[in-house]
């Protein structure tokens, strides 16, 4: 007796589909769609068959939590130690883990970038500011991390209110208040409050004026990494068009001469045309007269037969 087939996983379809480009997400969801229900697992076609599309910016945060698993894994740990600085306004501790923050996300921009160099697709800034609010959320909500490392994000995550780890906003203002993150299950925990003090304020925290600074120093950066990125693509585009312009003439030139050769050649053909028309008319006139010659021959025989008849 033959062992009952089996169908998909719905985990392992999940890991595998969120692991693919969004261009490929669709029919591929669709191929184990069908290989469920060829085994009449009703329960996992439709499990699979509820699983979103990822954005752009969530796929590629995807990639890079299964390439850069623990890089990935340690934002959660950088974010808690961010948050106890800033919680016991430790400056020093805080100048620290912000120098590390920048670098970390810096580096993972960078990997992500190249991971989809990889995969043929090229990572514009919308993409990459995704990417960088999906860090960001990470830092800032150890759910959110978790989500993240888990590399089965829908959407890119947002930071929620609270500690945002210096990531690019969307919008003007670091003091919005944002939602909890999307992509990822469940509510963002409320923010503990940094602990009061009795006493005068301590000397050694951070310096707002300096944050503040320090916020627009890696805003600028990142403005100037963005605009070298737009005149590095538009220069490659303007180079691609120029080549396109030689391929396109040179195009044209052939195709002009290949136009240029059929009609020489069609012109030969109807000249050929015309001097057979001729010939062929020619061919019958001769037919015709060769036919009365034959005609008038039958006659004078059958004249000059009947004249020798006489005779006899």
Known sequence: MSEEAEGPDVEDAADELYGLHPDRFVPRRTELVKAARAVKDKEAATAIGALRKPSLGAWLANVLARESPDEVGALEELGGQLRTAQETLSGDALRTLTSQRRELVGALVARARKLARE????????????????????????????????????????????????????GAGGTTRRPPP?????????????????????????DPAEVERERAREAAQRAVERAREARDDTAR????????????????????????????????????ESAAREALDAAREAADEADTAADEARRALDQAEAERADLE
């Open 119 to 170: 995969d043929g697709e090229k990572v514009g800034d919308s993409v990459a500011r995704d990417l960088e609010q999906t860090i960001a959320a990470a830092l800032a909500d150890p759910e959110a991390a978790r989500a993240f490392a888990a590399g089965r994000l829908t959407t890119a995550l947002e930071p929620g209110v609270g500690f945002t780890g210096g990531s690019t906003a969307r």
């Open 182 to 206: 999307r992509g990822s299950s469940g509510s963002s925990a409320a923010r503990p409050a940094p602990r009061r003090r009795d006493g005068p304020e301590p000397d050694d925290g951070p």
């Open 237 to 272: 585009a303007a180079e691609w068009a120029r080549h396109r312009v030689e391929q396109a003439g040179s195009d044209h030139d052939e195709a002009a001469a290949a136009a240029q050769s059929l009609r020489e050649r069609l012109a030969r053909a109807e000249a050929d």
